[in-house]
């Protein structure tokens, strides 16, 4: 999309937004699905494409009546964080300027199937800011980290569930660890026996913890499209560097080795996550985005656990679930929640907090400043 269209696309918008506010019907040239298909275009200009996925979201809430009124902040794009010029806004977070640095800001957006839902999860985005705190500090010995403070320059409205980082040159392949079979790894080796071309021994069973952990990237999707596993060597062509994927392979190994012997030890199973790294500017390779959240990896808890069949996690899978069963074909707009599904994955995520980190939640939102 060209500069001009990816703007014209968001003034219709805006004025669509307008009018549904003013209680009036949406054109017909804004149905949901043209919306969608608006804000979720490969614009090229990083600006635009915020302001179109700040619109979708906003829209969406909308749309979804009156029932939904009391959660739109939580789905649409935070836009008045101390006045910071918005750089990205993604399923979850939204990135904006700090200068040399960026504000990271965690939402309570819940997503399934990519498409979010209009209801949020109280608390969500602290406790995935929380933990990334946690493992951040106590992972520098392995790779150092983009994390410059939880409470310098992060604007009190947003303490707790935001970080100020450092600004890097983004490597363009985010580095899967499975330590366990299960998810998309399980299909694949149900088909092949292998996962992103790593044969694995014959005869293992769903959730079945491997021989050795595996490393296996996945290309980094678009707004709206799905991450895709890719071999290594794929991996190597997309970055363009042999010996930069080696080491990402080293680094991400040891960082989910040492947390899975952490998480262990606090009765939950790690049985896949997903790093970021980047490049700061002394050309360093540092660990970026979040880490080690239930966002991002699949945390089970060890009591109870048995090879053959899924096991229950410390995420979102409560809501998964729950869609999964409601007759929706998995296109937006996503159906709000029911009251229990959210208060039971709100305690997921909490209970993720407090058994890994071996502290109340309380006491993350005391050190952080998080506004009562």
């Keep these: 999309m060209e500069d001009s269209a990816a703007h014209d696309a968001a003034t219709r918008l805006a004025e669509a937004a307008a009018r549904l506010k003013a209680g009036a019907q949406p054109p017909p040239e804004v149905e949901l699905e043209t919306l969608e ?12 494409r915020a302001r179109l ?7 969406r809430a909308l749309l979804a009546g009156p029932g939904a009124a009391g959660s739109s902040a939580s789905i649409a794009a935070v836009t008045t964080v101390a006045e910071l010029p918005l750089l990205a806004s ?95 790894g399980w299909k694949d080796y149900q088909a092949t026996g292998a996962v992103c071309g790593i044969p694995l021994p014959d005869g293992l069973k769903e959730s079945e913890r491997l021989p050795s952990p595996i490393f296996t990237p996945a290309t980094k999707a678009e707004l709206g499209d799905h991450d895709e596993n890719v071999d290594f060597e794929r991996a190597v062509e997309i ?40 490049r700061d500017q002394d050309g360093r390779l540092v660990l970026a985005d979040e880490v080690l959240t239930p966002d991002s990896s699949r945390f089970w808890p060890s009591e109870g656990y048995e090879a053959g069949r899924s096991q229950p996690s ?18 937006p707009p996503a159906p709000p929640l029911p009251e229990d599904v959210v208060e039971r994955t709100r305690g997921r995520y909490l209970e993720a907090y407090e058994l890994i980190t071996g502290e109340p939640f309380d006491a993350w939102l005391s050190r952080s400043g998080t506004p009562e």
């Design 239 to 278: 970055v363009g560097d042999r010996e930069l994927m080696e080491e990402l392979r080293r680094l991400s190994l040891a960082l989910y080795g040492f947390a899975l012997e952490h998480a262990l030890e606090r009765g939950i199973i790690l049985a896949d996550t997903k790093f970021e790294f980047g």
């Design 37 to 48: 298909r608006m804000a979720h275009a490969r614009v090229e200009v990083r600006g635009a």
């Design 90 to 184: 993604g399923k979850v977070r939204e990135m904006y300027d700090l200068g040399d640095e960026i504000l990271m800001v965690a939402s309570d957006r819940v997503s399934t199937y990519d498409v979010v839902h209009p209801t949020p999860i109280p608390d969500k985005g602290t406790v995935l800011t929380g933990l990334s705190h946690f493992w951040f500090e106590r992972t520098v010995h392995i790779c150092p980290n983009h994390l410059v403070s939880a409470t310098e320059a992060v604007p009190e409205e947003v303490r707790g569930r935001a970080l100020a980082v450092r600004k890097l040159d983004m490597v363009p392949v985010e580095c899967v660890v499975r330590g366990y079979i299960t998810g998309s």
């Design 314 to 331: 410390f995420d979102k899978q409560i809501v998964r679930d729950w869609a999964s069963g409601t007759g929706w074909d998995r296109r």
């Design 53 to 59: 996925t700040e619109l979708e979201a906003d829209l």
